[in-house]
């Protein structure tokens, strides 16, 4: 790993991690008075949800060596907090439940956890924990590929979703295309138009959402009297490749159609082979194709229509 821009972000990153595991310290203080380590009361919570039920979950789902995890779960046994059956199903296996002793020993460790976690919000303003969460599910989004990607919801805009759909794809399209404060200004008109227009029957704006995160969006509005034009569509860089862009086009047709418009187009700036592929399997064709200076960048735009 030479890339300098790279290495300071793997530096950000250790950083961070740094930062995190000090400030967890802090908050599992109540496990001085408890007579459970960190990773036992890992195992209690488990069991205690109800997620897993055989020493093999517990250790893949944890992370734990499967040697200090026999040990862990026969100290548990020893004291009765958990109780052994073997499995109906695989005689190798043995189910693990929490026991009435081993709940009464748990629930005070879970009130006391809550409380820490109490005490650090309410140190932060209403705003400030949503960015604290927001930011928590958008790490958890980008690092998590082991699990089914969660459904996304397109929904209409909230307050403040203009705003985000211009200062997102600013910054795409200059992290992407290098353009300049220009293509700002055009969003920001262009956003601002249809949210003054209010006109649910000739145009519309999808947000889409995934694990309570903006992953994507676009709208439709009027361009001439039966032609209406998809515009400000994009999809997050790591939400790519999972179907969000044809879903946002689907419902931009579906929209149109019913909306009486006879035919839909939209441009873009030297479209990526994804998303030409999106274009063109949802009926799209590419109608012209022009070089010009846009942006400050010299750029390939492409004009895409639909018939209805």
Known sequence: MTDPTLMRRAEAVRHFN??????????????????????EVRVLREL???????ATEL??????????LSRVLT????????????SEVDARQSLLAMTPVGRAAYVPLEVAALDEVRGVLNALSAAGQEQLLEAMRIIER??????????VLLRAPKAGDYGWLVHRQALLFEAEYGADSRFEAIASQESAQLAQQNDPERAMCWIAEQRQSIVGGAFVAALSGRTARMRLLYVEPE????GIGTLLVAQGIDFAQRAGYEKLVLTSCGAPDG?????ERAGFSCVATEPERRFGR?????TWERKL
């Open 18 to 39: 740094r930062f995190y595991t000090q400030h967890i310290g802090v908050l599992h203080e109540f496990l001085q008075k408890s007579p459970f380590s960190l990773t």
């Open 48 to 54: 205690a949800l109800g997620t897993v039920s055989t």
């Open 59 to 68: 250790a893949r789902t944890l992370g734990l060596d499967s040697g200090y």
């Open 75 to 86: 100290s548990f046994e020893r004291r009765q907090l958990i109780s052994r059956r073997q």
């Open 142 to 151: 980008l690092l998590d590929r082991t699990s089914s990607q969660p459904p």
């Open 239 to 242: 939400s790519r490749g999972l």
């Open 275 to 279: 998303r030409r592929g999106v274009f």
């Open 298 to 302: 010299n750029l390939i735009t492409q």
